[in-house]
């Protein structure tokens, strides 16, 4: 018998491989292997791990040379620039998104983020032009051309709250490609997932925590060709810019920023989407945290719903949120 790869694991149901990657533990599962075919099981391996390495190129923004941070580099001279085609995908994506959530979802927020998460205090002039190199109508847009061009420069692009799902559901595009339908991509708790683990099963079992005790369930399910994700500020807190009191440069609050305060959201909350793919769920789950910040969730929702054209319209949402410490959460439950 061939040993698997590194990272591989099998069992008579099913095999796995586990790959650190975008800031998360990328675990794939698939069924349709068995364990005669240890090599095949290998070569798929060694294909997810090639695939996720890709698109960690092309949209991390911790790397220096990712694709991603290249083009911006490039667009801070004002002039129309051609990101590479699996680049534009992303950024197409995103623009569906920021206008899908009326602003709430904004993948230009990245010279924000990374003085937000930066070891060192950043200085009030640091704040302010990172605040100025922000806002997605700073980004011009030739669409048959497939250009963009940037109204000002220092535009970052942060892909955190739409990334991991894009490539999450790269990788099960990539499975599908390989002939593996049933298969569970898990990073972090965002998923894509296929065809049910076993003929007698109702799909993979999935868990939704409680946002005020994250080891216990909201609710437990079984989902099949479905992506799903959390967005939430249980375990990420990160600095946000000086306000009027010198004593708050050090407080914290959710790493999700709200692009109209240039802040992060304030208060406990949990919003979890299941809906046709990852990357839809990864920005819908944002959106949907935003809006309950800024209170207009159920209207965004409902408004949604009446005027938005070419949105992923089959969706169940879950939102939680503590209003006061120690009284029950809040739910709002949305289908």
């Given amino acids: 018998m061939i040993d698997p790869p590194s990272g591989l694991t099998n069992t008579p149901e099913a095999f796995s491989i586990t790959i650190p990657a975008m800031g998360a533990t990328i675990d794939v599962r698939w069924v349709g292997v068995d364990s005669s075919e240890l090599s095949q099981a290998s070569e798929i391996g060694k294909a997810i791990e090639t695939k996720i390495d890709h698109w960690t190129e092309v949209m991390s923004d911790y790397q220096q040379d990712s694709q991603v941070n290249r083009f911006c580099r490039q667009a801070d001279d004002g002039q129309w620039h051609a990101p590479s085609a699996d680049l534009w995908r992303v950024l197409e994506c995103s623009d569906h998104w920021n206008r899908w959530s009326l602003g709430a979802f904004d993948a230009s927020l990245g010279a924000l983020t990374r003085l937000r998460r930066s070891k060192n205090q950043p200085s009030d002039i640091q704040w302010q032009q990172a605040r100025l190199s922000c806002g997605w109508e700073n980004i011009e847009w030739d669409r048959q051309?497939?250009?963009?061009?940037?109204?000002?420069?220092?535009?970052?692009?942060?892909?955190?709250?739409?990334?991991?799902?894009?490539?999450?559901?790269?990788?099960?595009?990539?499975?599908?490609?390989?002939?593996?339908?049933?298969?569970?991509?898990?990073?972090?708790?965002?998923?894509?997932l296929g065809a049910s683990p076993t003929p007698t099963?109702?799909?993979?079992?999935?868990?939704?925590?409680?946002?005020?005790?994250?080891?216990?369930?909201?609710?437990?399910?079984?989902?099949?060709?479905?992506?799903?994700?959390?967005?939430?500020?249980?375990?990420?807190?990160?600095?946000d810019r000086p306000q009027s009191n010198p004593a708050e440069t050090s407080v914290k609050s959710s790493h999700i920023l709200d692009p109209q305060k240039q802040l992060g959201v304030v208060g406990s909350q949990m919003a979890t989407v299941i809906t046709d793919n990852a990357a839809n769920a990864d920005a819908f789950a944002t959106a949907c945290c935003v809006h309950l910040a800024r209170g207009t969730l159920n209207n965004w929702l409902s408004g949604l719903e009446k005027g938005q054209t070419n949105y992923p319209s089959d969706f169940e949402i879950w939102v939680q949120s503590v209003q006061v410490p120690g009284q029950p959460p809040t739910l709002i439950h949305w289908s």
């Fill in 201 to 239: 099963a109702a799909g993979w079992p999935v868990e939704i925590g409680l946002v005020d005790s994250p080891d216990r369930s909201l609710r437990s399910l079984r989902l099949a060709h479905c992506g799903i994700a959390t967005s939430g500020d249980l375990h990420q807190k990160l600095r």
């Fill in 145 to 192: 051309g497939r250009q963009i061009r940037f109204k000002r420069p220092g535009i970052r692009f942060d892909f955190g709250a739409i990334g991991k799902g894009f490539a999450i559901d790269q990788t099960a595009t990539q499975l599908k490609e390989l002939g593996i339908q049933s298969y569970c991509v898990n990073a972090s708790g965002n998923m894509a």
